[in-house]
């Protein structure tokens, strides 16, 4: 039982150098990407404010300008309706995870494994004091290595895992939820950009229908004084009604 303890301490050992060396990269990488990240969202943000009130040839060329951002495929979703939203929600997601390289998965690795590997080595320092007391060993030093071995692998474990969720909440969390902040505020020029450009079509087509109903409303008025033998109408009246059968006549064939 002694050698299962000093075998999990060894493993736990092992899992606190490299959750100190996660710690460590994410002091050093979380600073260096945070300004490269801000600012490829910035220049998308800034982008789709303006987006809906440029023309088609400069739309193109304000994308090609933007072609080497990395949420460019995810921008172009949305722009060309090329697919769902979440789409390009799940393109930044994966993006965003890619920030920190391979150390999310071993974060998540030793996160879950540390406690467990800790707890075993708990269980293997009693069982190995209970199996001393039932030899009735009279030395407690023998007894009290058991307890001893069952607390340094649960501090070891306890470690790993303050280790790794601090390298997480401190340094890359903060950014990665900035970063979604801007996504969405993205997202949401985009659709306000569109509604306004379908609310202004509507007012057209809602205008232009309206000035039809007028002219086909004054035409039959014309038409309802004329059958009821209205004969003694002025010349005035009858080039207006003409006119605005000639009118009705157009608006009806647009």
């Known amino acids: 039982m002694d050698l299962i303890g000093y075998l999990l301490i060894g493993v736990l050992l092992c ?11 994410a002091i050093l990488k979380a600073g260096l990407k945070r300004r490269q990240t801000l600012m490829s969202l910035t220049e998308l943000l800034s982008l789709a404010k303006s987006w809906h009130t440029l023309s088609s040839t400069e739309q193109e060329r304000r994308r090609q300008r933007v072609q080497a951002n990395p949420l460019a495929p995810a921008f172009a979703m949305l722009v060309d309706r090329t697919g769902l939203a979440t789409h390009a929600e799940h393109h930044v997601h994966r993006w965003l995870q890619s920030l920190d390289g391979n150390a999310t998965h071993l974060k998540m690795l030793l ?8 707890l075993a080595g708990t269980l293997a320092g009693i069982a190995s004091s209970m199996g001393r007391f039932e030899q009735r060993v009279s030395d407690p030093g023998v007894i ?4 001893s071995v069952a607390i340094e692998t649960t501090l070891y474990g306890i470690f790993v895992t303050c280790f790794c969720l601090l390298a997480d909440r401190i340094f890359w969390k903060p950014l990665k939820d900035q ?12 659709a306000q950009g569109a509604a306004k450009k379908i609310s202004r079509c509507g007012c057209s087509v809602s205008a232009g229908w309206a ?6 409303a004054e035409f039959r008025n014309v ?20 006119g605005v059968r000639s009118q009705s006549v157009a608006a009806d064939s647009g």
């Open 211 to 216: 000035s039809k109903d007028r002219q086909t």
């Open 179 to 190: 970063a979604r902040e801007l996504w969405l505020e993205v997202e949401m020029q985009l």
């Open 144 to 147: 009290v290595h058991g307890f």
């Open 223 to 242: 038409e309802t004084h004329r059958s009821a033998g209205d004969t003694g109408r002025s010349p005035q009246t009858t080039a207006r009604a003409a």
């Open 111 to 118: 996160v879950k494994t540390a406690p467990l590997i800790g």
């Open 15 to 25: 899992q606190s150098i490299l959750g100190l060396a996660i710690l460590f990269d």
